[in-house]
């Protein structure tokens, strides 16, 4: 089966070298190009692509908000967000919009084909430099305050990385045998012990937690 790939950057050249990459791969078929978030959003709506890959910085609606709009237009699209920074507040942004991958333009080469196989599969991808950035808490020194003192169980480790891929609390039942009223209490419990309130949290502590596995 292909997977079908829209890109969206307001600089050609990285368009066109990423396509380039993304052509002699032999499952994946780009079906759209576009320069900015607007332009994004018309095309994702018209063509419903398995992935797009998104520029953070855009002109008229950047990544982020993009990203969020694309959660409402094609719930199916995943979104890999491309930057040329590791910047704290980018990634946690991103994640916060929904994005399933966080890769730098640096890296792109190595890292695109595999975020984009992982993404297809609806699982998480941070480039090893991202993940290094939020588990010592970026440079804005608010994520060391977000953890608790309270360790998490074994448990509560386990739900927690399921969260974070994205699986509900019936999935997350069903894969470890236990009630989903059980996995709710759990969930709870992780929320009071990292002092979080959403879904977005949890997975930014299961990144920091090196819970997210990376492919």
């Known amino acids: 089966m292909r ?3 829209v890109l969206a950057d307001d600089h050609e050249l990285v368009r066109e070298s990423i396509a380039s990459l993304l052509r002699e791969v032999p499952d994946f078929e780009v079906v759209g190009q ?4 607007r332009e994004l959003l018309e095309l994702v709506e018209r063509v419903r692509p398995d992935v797009a890959v998104v520029d953070v910085s855009m002109p008229e609606l950047n990544g982020i908000e993009a990203a969020r709009h694309l959660r ?3 719930r199916r699209t995943r979104v890999i967000a491309l930057s040329a920074y590791i910047d704290e507040a ?3 942004d991103m994640i916060d ?3 399933v991958a ?4 640096s890296g792109a080469a190595k890292d695109l084909i595999q975020a984009i196989r992982t993404a297809s599969r609806g ?3 941070f480039s090893s430099d991202i993940l290094a950035g939020a588990h010592h808490g970026g440079t804005s ?3 060391t305050g977000e953890y608790s003192a309270r360790p998490l169980s074994q448990r509560e480790r386990e739900i927690l990385q399921l969260v974070a891929e994205g699986k509900s609390s019936r999935e997350i039942a069903a894969s470890l045998g236990i009630g989903e009223t059980t996995v709710k209490t759990h969930r709870t419990h992780i929320m009071g012990k990292l002092n979080v309130r959403d879904v977005a949290g949890l997975t930014r502590q299961a990144i920091k937690l090196k819970l997210v596995r990376i492919d």
């Open 123 to 125: 699982r998480l991808y």
């Open 102 to 105: 966080y890769i730098i333009k």
């Open 34 to 37: 576009c320069g900015n978030g």
């Open 72 to 74: 409402e237009i094609s």
């Open 97 to 99: 919009a929904g994005v």
């Open 3 to 5: 997977t079908t790939i």
């Open 141 to 143: 020194g608010r994520a």
């Open 90 to 92: 980018y990634i946690r």
